[in-house]
């Protein structure tokens, strides 16, 4: 079992940035690849960002590329999201999530989720 909590959303104006952690708990964190998604009001989860084992191994969905950053710290059991240049497209609550095995986009294959925390992006 993994407990995964997430923090740092909130209200933030477009251009600005925001940094999201996930805290996990209950199991050896370095065997588990990571992911965020997102749901924004209406919408499908949507697949954000992941990273592997170790940070060499990261993905991002393409509206994100270049603005938002992961990694990982495995000795403090945390993942973070640094969220550059926002923009109102990238309001949703933010989910972070843990797998064993390769990292993958497809959030059916994830296996313990934390709660999530909502960004949103106004003016």
């Known amino acids: 079992q993994v407990q995964l909590v997430e923090s740092g959303g909130g209200l933030v104006q477009p251009g600005g940035s925001l940094r999201l952690s996930c805290a996990a708990s209950?199991?050896?964190?370095?065997?588990?690849?990571m992911g965020w998604f997102r749901q924004a009001p209406g919408k499908e989860r949507e697949f954000v960002a992941l990273?592997?084992?170790?940070?060499?191994?990261?993905r991002y969905v393409d509206s994100v590329k270049g603005r938002f950053t992961i990694s990982r710290d495995n000795a403090k059991n945390t993942v973070t999201l640094q969220m550059n240049t926002l923009k109102s497209e990238d309001t949703a609550v933010y989910y972070c999530?843990?797998?064993?095995?390769?990292?993958?986009?497809?959030?059916?294959?994830?296996?313990?989720w934390g709660q999530g925390t909502q960004v949103t992006v106004s003016s």
């Open positions: 999530a843990v797998k064993r095995g390769a990292p993958v986009t497809n959030a059916l294959q994830y296996d313990y």
């Open positions: 209950g199991d050896t964190f370095s065997h588990y690849a």
């Open positions: 990273i592997g084992w170790s940070n060499s191994y990261t």
